[in-house]
C-alpha cells in the first residue's frame, strides 16, 4: 500500500491546518501513525490511530492540539492540526504499522510515504 500525502503550507503561529494521507489500497485492518521529522532532528512519533479509530495517542508536544481520525472507506488518514507553534515546523508522515503493532517507534512503521511540509511562523 502506498501512502500520499498532502496538505501541508505556511502558516502563522495559533493556525490550522488539515494533513491527510490517502492510501492507494485497503488500510482498514491497518493501525496508522503520522510522525515528523524537523531538519537535523531524528523522526519523530506524533499521534497514532487504531485500525476501527476506537483507540488513539498522542505525543505530549501535540496532545490537546492535534487531532487524529480515520475514514477506512476512503482509505485516508487525517491529522487536523490546530494552535501551531513554530516548534511544529518538520515534514510529516504518515506510516502504517507493522502487524499489530501500536507503537510510538517508527521502527514498526512500513510504508512511509513522501512527506508534506509544515512551515509555522512566528
Known amino acids: 500500500v502506498q501512502l500520499v500525502e498532502s496538505g501541508g503550507g505556511l502558516v502563522q503561529a495559533g493556525g490550522s491546518l488539515r494533513l491527510s494521507c490517502a492510501a492507494s489500497?485497503?488500510?482498514?485492518?491497518?493501525?496508522m501513525g503520522w510522525f515528523r521529522q524537523a531538519p537535523g532532528k531524528k523522526r519523530e512519533f506524533v499521534a497514532r490511530?487504531?485500525?476501527?479509530?476506537?483507540?488513539?495517542a498522542y505525543a505530549d508536544s501535540v496532545k490537546g492540539r492535534f487531532t487524529i481520525s480515520r475514514d477506512n472507506a476512503q482509505k485516508t488518514v487525517y491529522l487536523q492540526m490546530n494552535s501551531l507553534k513554530p516548534e511544529d515546523t518538520a515534514v510529516y508522515y504518515c506510516?502504517?504499522?507493522?502487524?499489530?503493532?501500536?507503537?510510538?517507534?517508527?521502527?514498526?512503521?512500513?510504508?512511509w510515504g513522501q512527506g508534506t511540509q509544515v512551515t509555522v511562523s512566528s
Open positions: 490511530i487504531v485500525w476501527n479509530g476506537g483507540t488513539t
Open positions: 506510516a502504517t504499522a507493522r502487524g499489530n503493532s501500536y507503537s510510538g517507534n517508527p521502527n514498526d512503521y512500513i510504508g
Open positions: 489500497g485497503w488500510i482498514s485492518s491497518s493501525n
